[in-house]
């Protein structure tokens, strides 16, 4: 006798082993026609497989959560199916779902072009329609081998000779064509909602090593319904709209080159962005009671030795040695780093002297600039650089002082981000990963106190197992831009690692030494990437307290120029960022170049206005345009332009 147990809490029992699909059709025939897969005891299933014990199961249908990885991971097959129909000889490899859809790789002499995508997508539409059903068969791996090098899929016969000999090996059939795949997929093409496009080619290498054989990766998206295929692809085109490499030429914000990949070079415009940001962010945590340091570039490899990352994050550390046989000799054998993190700095400083229990919690902050290696294939404008600058602050306080200063975190990176614009905020807690230090007891600790603590301050997050630092579990924070889209920035990081390695110690009430606990946070994460997310946020139509430049005098006649001068000076007194334009232009011409560089204001001046002291204001997007007096203008610019403070 097997006992089923329903969501709703109800048992159905059967004789022996039954299917899922046969626990979906003794429920309704309604829930049998939607059906698409099972979770037993929390793991997907195909609805094929037998469930032969005692257990709690859910029917995946379209509006399940787990649905849209089922549906895209199917994509992912037949795609790879319609790809070697319409073109023999292609060698399928690897082909996983995504956040957003799926990929496939391909091995072909002959490379494909978007052309090519909509002859593959409609053939896709022929495969759902034909129903084919997808079965598993568990193969020896002798078959399998034998099976694609007869098939010329070398590059899958490499795959399958790799793996574990314990390893059962699965093959799914799809109709006529087969995979080899994990599993678990539809019963299905026909119950593949047809809600999914093709969206790009792109290169790769197999296995991801750029020293392997190039591939080519067709990209796709999928959704669970027609609707939601139109709002992502809304999405896609409003996200190139906003595309900050594009909206950073068209504003002169910065540019990026071969050079110094993974680098920015920041121009005039693009420096007062960032430091209109910096400044903000220093007084709202000045205010708060951070002190805030500054600490050395390079150190020495004993350093991170001592803290865990050059054993634990080595491969994403840049290291350095001196270069002249002279600077060798002196050295000795020293290896220096380039700091990829702040805070092993912060307990340098901590440590200087005796601390007292009296002194917690001390917060140290730094504008901190880092260097770390990330492959060049995931760089993406300024969102993914090699150097940048972390917003980073470290906190050593007690324990008992670990919900307290949560709580003031919590507030003051929600207070911060609504100043930006940002005002629906999630949290992630990533528990211990498999690389790490200290010991389980020590993880245990710090998870429970970091839980103690976010709950404290109220905020709600989702689990995410194994995305913890190698020092101590975290709590991510994600940002919802303007057309939807999460971006992960402010960190909260609670260690009692770090501490324990680098040695660091206060006297406590009992006047004896005690280890601090040093909570890690950061609320922008790096300035370069939220800078990035702010351009793409507004679309370079800033608010007026953060544009580069904020208002712009243009004239109408050369007549005028001196007055336009007078204002842009009198604007710039009153701290605005005002240029004028005294070009012998057209008006409607610089309204239009204005525009398309985002200037918020524009303060229209002709021969009238000089004879009135009066100014035209135009707003950006607006075709209106207000005149007041120059005297009553400027005040109302200010108050427009004011810094939010608290």
């Known amino acids: 006798m097997v006992a089923i147990t329903l969501p709703d809490g109800s048992v159905r029992r059967f004789d022996g082993p039954v299917s899922g699909a046969a626990l979906a059709a003794s429920i309704g025939p309604g829930l049998a026609k939607a059906a698409l897969a099972m ?60 956040d957003t859809g799926f990929y496939y790789d391909f091995a072909r002499n002959e490379p494909f072009t978007p052309e090519d995508l909509p002859r593959i997508e409609q053939r896709m539409r022929e495969i759902v329609d034909r129903n084919e059903a997808i079965t598993r068969e568990v193969w020896s791996r002798a078959d399998a081998i034998a099976h694609f090098n007869k098939r010329g899929e070398s590059f899958k016969a490499e795959w399958v000779g790799e793996l574990p000999e314990d390893e059962e090996l699965s093959i799914y059939r799809q109709g006529e064509w087969l995979d080899m795949c994990i599993g678990p997929h539809l019963p299905s093409t026909g119950k593949l909602p047809k809600a999914f496009k093709l969206t790009k080619v792109a290169g790769a290498y197999w296995r991801g090593d750029q020293n392997r054989a190039q591939l080519q990766r067709i990209y796709g998206t999928a959704w669970a319904s027609e609707d939601q295929l139109k709002q992502h692809l809304h999405q896609l085109e409003e996200a190139e709209k906003r595309d900050h490499r594009r909206i950073g030429r068209e504003m002169g914000l910065f540019h990026q080159q071969e050079e110094a990949v993974g680098s920015i070079f920041w121009h005039p415009n693009g420096w007062t962005l960032y430091r209109a940001v910096e400044n903000y962010v220093r007084g709202r945590i000045s205010r708060s009671g951070y002190l805030e340091v500054k600490t050395p570039q390079l150190l ?90 972390q917003d980073d602050a470290h906190i050593f306080c007690t324990e008992d002082q670990i919900n307290e200063e949560c709580k003031a975190f919590c507030a003051l990176l929600i207070s911060i981000y609504k100043d930006f614009g940002f005002e629906d905020v999630t949290a992630k807690f990533g528990t211990r990963p498999a690389a790490r230090a200290g010991s389980d007891a020590i993880w245990d600790k710090a998870e429970s106190a970091l839980q103690r603590g976010v709950e404290a301050a109220g905020i709600t997050y989702v689990l995410n197992p194994g995305d913890g630092a190698f020092y101590g579990p975290k709590l991510d924070f994600n940002l919802r831009d303007a057309i939807g889209r999460e971006w992960q920035c402010g960190t909260l990081q609670c260690d009692f690692v770090l501490p324990e390695r680098l040695d660091a110690t206060y006297v406590g009430e009992d006047g004896q030494k005690h280890r601090p606990v040093m909570l890690h946070r950061a609320i922008l994460g790096s300035l370069e990437r939220f800078i990035g997310v702010l351009i793409e946020h507004f679309a370079g139509r800033f608010p007026l307290w953060l544009a580069p430049v904020q208002c712009v005098v243009a004239t109408i006649t050369s007549d005028a120029d001196a007055y336009a001068g007078e204002v842009r000076s009198a604007l710039r007194a ?73």
């Open 574 to 646: 009153a701290g605005m960022r005002a240029e004028a334009d005294l070009r012998n232009e057209k008006i409607n011409y610089k309204v239009r170049e204005h525009s398309l560089a985002k200037v918020p204001v524009l303060l229209v001046v002709g021969r009238r206005e000089a004879e009135t002291r009066s100014v035209a204001l135009r707003r950006l997007g607006g075709q209106a345009q207000e005149v007041l007096a120059l005297d009553e203008a400027i005040p109302r610019l200010i108050r427009e332009a004011a810094v939010p403070s608290h």
């Open 39 to 98: 979770k037993v005891d929390g793991k997907l299933k195909d609805l094929g497989a037998a469930i032969g014990a005692d257990a709690k199961v859910e029917i995946v249908t379209l509006k399940h959560p787990d649905a849209l990885e089922l549906i895209r991971h199917d994509c992912a097959h037949v795609l790879a199916e319609a790809v070697q129909e319409l073109y023999p000889g292609t060698q399928i490899t690897f082909g996983p779902a995504t």
């Open 300 to 389: 020495d490899r004993k350093f991170w030795e001592a803290s865990g990352h050059w054993d634990l994050y080595a491969e994403a550390m840049f290291s350095a040695l001196p270069r002249s046989e002279t600077a060798k000799q002196s050295e000795g054998e020293r290896t220096y780093a380039l700091k990829p993190m702040n805070c092993p700095g912060h307990v340098q400083i901590f440590r200087q002297g005796i601390r007292s229990y009296r002194d917690l919690p001390l917060r140290f902050a730094e504008f901190g600039s880092c260097h770390r290696f990330e492959p060049s294939g995931a760089l993406h404008g300024i969102m993914r650089v090699r150097a940048f600058t």
